[in-house]
T-cell receptor
Framework: AQSVTQLDSHVSVSEGTPVLLRCNYS??????LFWYVQHPNKGLQLLLK??????LVKGINGFEAEFKKSETSFHLTKPSAHMSDAAEYFC????????????FGTGTRLLVSP | GAVVSQHPSWVICKSGTSVKIECRSL??????MFWYRQFPKQSLMLMAT?????????EQGVEKDKFLINHASLTLSTLTVTSAHPEDSSFYIC??????????FGPGTRLLVL
């Protein structure tokens, strides 16, 4: 079965500094991996996805993630945090079969201070 | 981008009553929709997969007689929480899939059972 582990429940950064949100995955076959962001009172928004093409995936709002098979990791990064980046971030794996059900990590809350 | 709506956005009901939540894809057709629940400060847990014109597929541990799902058209799925109890209080989120690779999430419905 597929699973993802988000290593930090909270990450605090200052505005303008880099962001690193860590995610490790477990999958019995080549996974599809996603990062979603959840702002209060808004629907989940897809930041980026990896589907076995390029290992470095660029997403919206300056975010990117690198798929590292040897480390079973898919960490999310951004060079410079903005106040509007404060939200809950979910690392997600898809089972790539049948209905392609999504399995969510426990989430990382990103706090951005001025 | 594609829009998925949920109605109501929040609902308060008395214990023992039933509550219906609607999920609509506004600008695309979705043969498959998913229902999730999210407890406070926790991740999303898939409850069931809803397929237009057929019975829903429930995840292990989800009572199908308590959480009735109807996917009557390509743009509408409903989740009915029957005989709701306080432990059913949660944030219910739906998603709709226009194709195999893409999934769009609704803004969620907050249910409080008194």
């Amino acid at each position: 079965a597929q699973s993802v582990t988000q290593l930090d429940s909270h990450v605090s950064v200052s505005e303008g500094t880099p962001v690193l949100l860590r995610c490790n995955y477990s999958s019995s076959y080549s996974p599809s991996l996603f990062w979603y962001v959840q702002h209060p009172n808004k629907g989940l928004q897809l930041l980026l996805k990896y589907t076995s093409a390029a290992t470095l995936v660029k997403g919206i709002n300056g975010f990117e993630a690198e798929f590292k098979k040897s480390e079973t990791s898919f960490h999310l990064t951004k060079p410079s945090a903005h106040m509007s980046d404060a939200a809950e971030y979910f690392c997600v794996v898809s089972d790539n079969t049948g209905f392609q059900k999504l399995v969510f990590g426990t989430g990382t809350r990103l706090l951005v201070s001025p | 981008g594609a829009v998925v709506s949920q109605h109501p956005s929040w609902v308060i009901c008395k214990s023992g009553t039933s509550v219906k939540i609607e999920c609509r894809s506004l600008d695309f057709q979705a043969t498959t929709m998913f229902w999730y629940r999210q407890f406070p400060k926790q991740s999303l847990m898939l409850m069931a997969t809803s397929n237009e014109g057929s019975k829903a597929t429930y995840e292990q541990g989800v009572e199908k007689d308590k959480f009735l799902i109807n996917h009557a058209s390509l743009t509408l799925s409903t989740l009915t929480v029957t005989s709701a109890h306080p432990e059913d209080s949660s944030f219910y989120i739906c998603s709709a899939r226009p194709n195999r690779e893409t999934q769009y999430f609704g803004p969620g419905t907050r249910l409080l059972v008194l």
